[in-house]
């Protein structure tokens, strides 16, 4: 193990930010396309991490080794345009669904990006030490992100085929699925059910979503598709309670009605106790019981002093007003409230992150929206779903951010770098997310986005922006979206994992059952990863363990498969519909 003084040095370096750049990249790329086609995207932490310590270790043979803060900057870099692109594809592509007929520039998506991007990353500069250092929040994809760096340094050669190789198959499978037609698309199509979509969506990506989720969520997913599918559709239908074009309707509302209340549940849980606490205490929180050491480097601010970070944060915020007020057109008042909405959203999001892991990022863009329409009357359509996904963007990055420095914290990262390098990361980010989703947006055209009228889905089924789209725009079938509100809002105040539910109810069946089938392929890599597991020595107290901590090998190796088959196939998505432009613009 590195002593102290070896793991700070050689953090941010040349190399780490080369590779930091081209990871963010990619995997912003991959995750915008996972986010749209899917309706799902899983935090990237934990593959830019085993991806980052094993380029480091290839190009630090000899006599440049890597260090795990080295890593850990890389990775920062390389997970922070993921959010970024979640942001953008969880509300922009709403406008789209809601038929709007405004041109949307590049220049207009790089903007609300960049805004969010600043926004966020002055946001965490100022709020860092507050979550990490004092209120000492789990952060547990954070941990799972130290965990992994620590696990990667011991078996790291294994883990890297079983990356790299599984993300080849999966590039080779979907070629021979989506541009040589030599596999199907769909199997078990035999099967005919009126109004269910039913069968296995041939996709190695999607199981890999189903084993990264694990298998409590997306039981949860799954038990919201029975709900939709055979309960809304075959079961109202059969006794002749609504057709099948009314089915589809309430189906859909059904489930934006639980996702929105469900995120709506998982802000008041946490915004409500945080604020009791800090007004019982007089501003100070007690730390989390979970807590881990932080050593010198890691508890330095991202800035050398208070007021510099008043300063930055004040900059930051009165720039974004100037640029949404003019660039944007939203106007003096509208750009305030959006600033000011922002940093409450990433206040939430922070503490949301931090205890669950969770970041509801389209719920607070959705607020905020609502919000400035009580004031703003006059802003067109365009400019509310701009709102939207400023303030996603921000609570997106925050979240990311703050599970890097808790990262950070157990590792003894200079969180200094580890911000530089999130901003390098943010900014990359931003660029190649607005790029690839309008370059969807032109091969696929704009009415590729959402579901038809039948419910059946579009070529990206983009469930987030859907929900956007909704609160903005009208809801097809209201009593059935105040029914799932409140029952999405009721059962996450009761603390049940339901924020999956609304998912499973809203996307086509096959989706959600090819989804469930890879968190059964988890659960039996869990069965044998605790036959695997030493048992501790009599009366010897086990230390709590997180998720990824002491983690063995047949979880690491699956992990590993799951999060190559999750980038090799969503990225030949990427690359096809850009070869495909490219060829249009030629011609």
């Known amino acids: 193990m590195e002593s102290e003084d070896e793991q700070t040095v050689r953090a941010l370096s040349w ?10 990249a990619v995997i912003t790329a991959s995750s915008l396309y996972v986010a749209l086609k899917l309706g799902a995207l899983p935090w990237p932490i934990v593959f830019a991490a085993l991806i980052s310590y094993f380029f480091l270790r290839l190009l630090g043979r000899g006599k440049c080794p890597t260090s795990l803060n080295e890593a850990n900057v890389t990775h920062t870099a390389m997970s922070a345009g993921a959010m970024v692109a979640g942001g953008l594809a969880f ?13 949307v520039a590049f220049w207009q998506v790089l903007l609300v990006a960049l805004a969010g991007v600043t926004l966020g990353l002055v ?12 209120a000492r929040l789990p952060f547990p994809i954070g941990v799972s992100a130290a965990e992994t760096l620590k696990a990667s340094a011991e078996v790291q050669a294994q883990e890297s085929k079983a990356l790299f190789g599984s993300m080849g198959l999966a590039a080779i499978y979907a070629l021979l699925r989506d541009n040589l037609a030599l596999l199907p698309q769909m199997l078990l199509t035999g099967v005919r059910i009126p109004g269910v979509a039913f069968g296995i969506y041939n996709s190695p990506m999607l199981l890999a979503v189903g084993f990264i989720i694990g298998p409590v969520a997306c039981l949860v997913w799954f038990i ?18 609504w057709s099948l074009e009314t089915a589809a309707s309430i189906k859909t509302s059904l489930g934006m009605g639980l996702m929105f209340g469900a995120g709506l549940g998982v802000v008041l849980l946490q915004l409500v106790p945080m604020l009791r606490r800090r007004w019982q205490r007089g501003g100070a929180d007690e730390p989390s019981p979970v807590s881990h050491s932080v050593s010198r480097s ?4 991202v800035f050398r002093s208070p007021r510099t970070t008043v300063l930055v944060a004040a900059i930051g915020s009165a720039a974004t007003a100037a640029l949404a007020a003019t660039a944007l057109g939203l106007g003096l008042v509208a750009s305030v409230l959006l600033v000011v909405g922002v940093w409450i959203a990433v206040l939430i999001s922070s503490q949301s992150v931090g205890v669950t892991g969770i970041d509801p990022m389209e719920v607070f863009g959705v607020l905020v929206v609502l919000v400035i329409m009580v004031f703003c009357h006059e802003l067109s359509l365009l400019s509310l779903f ?5 303030v996603a963007v921000a609570a997106g990055l925050t979240g990311d951010v703050m599970n890097d420095f808790k990262a950070g914290a157990i590792l003894g990262t200079n969180p200094r770098e580890q911000w530089i390098a999130q901003a390098i990361g943010g900014v990359i980010g931003a660029l190649v997310a607005s790029i690839i989703l309008l370059a969807l947006a032109t091969v696929f055209g704009t009415e590729a986005f959402g579901s038809n009228v039948d419910g059946s889905p579009r070529e990206f089924v983009a469930a987030q922006a859907s929900v956007v789209a909704a609160m903005v725009g009208g809801i097809p079938h209201v009593p059935a979206f105040a029914i799932g509100l409140a029952a999405g809002l009721l059962l996450t105040l009761l603390r049940l994992p339901v924020l999956t539910l609304g998912l499973g109810v809203y996307l086509p069946f096959y989706l959600s059952l090819t989804a469930f089938l890879g968190a059964l392929v988890k659960l039996v890599c869990d069965l044998l990863a605790r036959r695997a597991k030493p048992r501790p020595a009599p009366r010897q107290v086990p230390e709590p363990q997180t998720a990824t901590s002491q983690a063995t090998e047949p979880e690491r190796f ?3 498969v799951a999060a190559g088959l999750l980038g090799g196939e969503s990225l030949v998505g990427v690359i096809s519909a850009l070869i495909v432009m490219a060829v249009a613009l030629l011609a």
């Open 15 to 24: 190399r780490g930010m080369c590779i930091g750049a081209v990871g963010s």
């Open 91 to 103: 509300t922009i592509p709403g406008y789209w669904i809601l038929g709007g007929q405004d041109a």
């Open 123 to 134: 946001a965490t500069a100022c709020l860092r030490r507050y979550f990490i250092d004092e």
């Open 224 to 241: 919201g598709a029975l709900i939709g599918d055979f309960g809304v559709v075959v079961g109202g239908t059969a006794v002749g309670a």
């Open 298 to 301: 890691a508890s330095q601010p």
């Open 386 to 390: 701009m709102i939207a996904a400023v």
């Open 558 to 560: 699956g992990v590993a």
